[in-house]
């Protein structure tokens, strides 16, 4: 008596001669869509990274321009320049003009030609020669009695230096704000005098 093998036995299968397992077209395809949509969501995490490292560099200069700031007001007795808010070009100010900031502390900033540069700003710099905008409302203040809009206790609400624009727009909305005692923050605050 003969017995028949066993459906998921290895006998019960016939053998293929000279085959080797290869990927089909199907599972091809797959793999390289998975690798397309594996790239996309590494360089969109790469753009991001890179657009918040801008920001941070750009918060750097800002810290930058405080501490040139500080030693200016060290050789001035303490009271605020008198700075205009920015120029429409690199053409240097008549003598009834103020001068900006770039050029009042050039020489506190060891004459850095992108002391002044915002990473992130790929317009204002090379038309203006400077890529942030200073608060004119406190020129000629004294820095122990700093006034802004009626703002005078608190120094950490009172901004000086800003982005000219929402250079970050990519990593959310507001501009990099360089403030009264020294910090830097991506956002506009009034801290209201306490009495």
Known sequence: MKVKPAIGSPA???QRRGTTSAFTLIE???TIVIIIILFGIGSQAFLRAQRMARSANCMRQLQSIGSALNLHLIDTGAIMP???PA???KKPPSELE???MDIVLA???NNDDAAFHCPADDEHYAKTGCSYFWNSLVNGQPTG???FMGLTKNHSGIPLISDKENFHHHIGDGVNI???DGHVQKELQFIIDAK
Request: hydrophobic share 45%.
């Open 28 to 30: 091809m395809m797959v």
């Open 82 to 84: 008198d700075i205009a």
């Open 178 to 180: 360089l403030y009264a």
């Open 87 to 89: 120029r429409d070009s």
């Open 107 to 109: 020489e506190y900033m």
């Open 12 to 14: 019960g299968h016939r």
């Open 145 to 147: 009695a700093l006034n």
């Open 98 to 100: 103020l001068p900006t």
